[in-house]
Antibody, heavy 117, light 106 residues
Framework: QLQESGPGLVRPSESLSLTCNVS??????????WGWIRQSPGKGLEWIGS???????YYTPSLKSRLTISMDMSENRVSLKLNSVTAADTGFYYC???????????WGQGILVTVSS | DIQMTQSPSTLAASVGDRLTITCRAS??????LAWYQQKPGKAPKLLIY???NLETGVPPRFSGSGSGTEFTLTISSLQPDDFASYYC????????FGQGTKVEIK
């Protein structure tokens, strides 16, 4: 199971920090990437970044300068930090398990983050 | 960047209808394509991976085909539970979603 957590409200220009706690399997697995996907209200899905067990990270180009994804093997969790947020960063944020060649087969329930003063 | 274009963006259909949703990639992605179903307020659910492989537990009325740049998701006989939004996703280079197709009741 995957479970996102973090603040539901973030002020503009501040940082958004989320955690994805993974249970039922280790994130230290060569079988999977661990990704973050977001969805603005009423809009489509946007992949924003992923991390591999080696620590290698992959970011969508449009967010690369503001985004950091990391993993904590001891706590079996993946984290996301997005700097200098604006209202455009408001939306549901999902973490997902991404298999090699097999799509994203496990998802968290998602967390709504609102950027507002 | 690889862009994914889905069509149509909205589709009105009736129970029992056969549906086809198309996804086009801006460059060849071989068969590294997945399809997802999403219902309001819920996380997406994987239906198809590697273009044509049915995820475990997904009803066989769902099928996928295609390779290279053109892909289709077909629902052979639409059921009430199938009214939802559908997204394609390439994972040949990084990951990119199509803009989605909403299947509505006619």
């Amino acid at each position: 199971q995957l479970q996102e957590s973090g603040p539901g409200l973030v002020r503009p220009s501040e940082s958004l920090s989320l955690t994805c706690n993974v249970s039922g399997g280790s994130i230290n697995s060569s079988t999977y990437y661990w990704g973050w996907i977001r969805q603005s209200p009423g809009k489509g899905l946007e992949w924003i970044g992923s991390i591999y067990h080696s620590g290698r990270v992959y970011y969508t180009p449009s967010l690369k300068s503001r985004l950091t994804i990391s993993m904590d093997m001891s706590e079996n969790r993946v984290s996301l930090k997005l700097n200098s947020v604006t209202a455009a960063d408001t939306g549901f944020y999902y973490c997902a398990r991404q298999g090699h060649g097999s799509g994203s087969d496990k998802w968290g329930q998602g967390i709504l983050v609102t950027v507002s003063s | 960047d690889i862009q994914m274009t889905q069509s149509p963006s909205t589709l009105a259909a009736s129970v029992g209808d056969r549906l086809t949703i198309t996804c086009r990639a801006s460059q060849s992605i071989s068969n590294w394509l997945a399809w997802y179903q999403q219902k309001p307020g819920k996380a997406p659910k994987l239906l198809i991976y590697k273009a044509s492989n049915l995820e475990t537990g997904v009803p066989p009325r769902f099928s996928g085909s295609g390779s290279g740049t053109e892909f289709t998701l077909t629902i052979s006989s639409l059921q009430p539970d199938d009214f939802a939004s559908y997204y394609c996703q390439q994972y040949y280079t990084l990951w990119t979603f199509g803009q989605g197709t909403k299947v509505e009741i006619k």
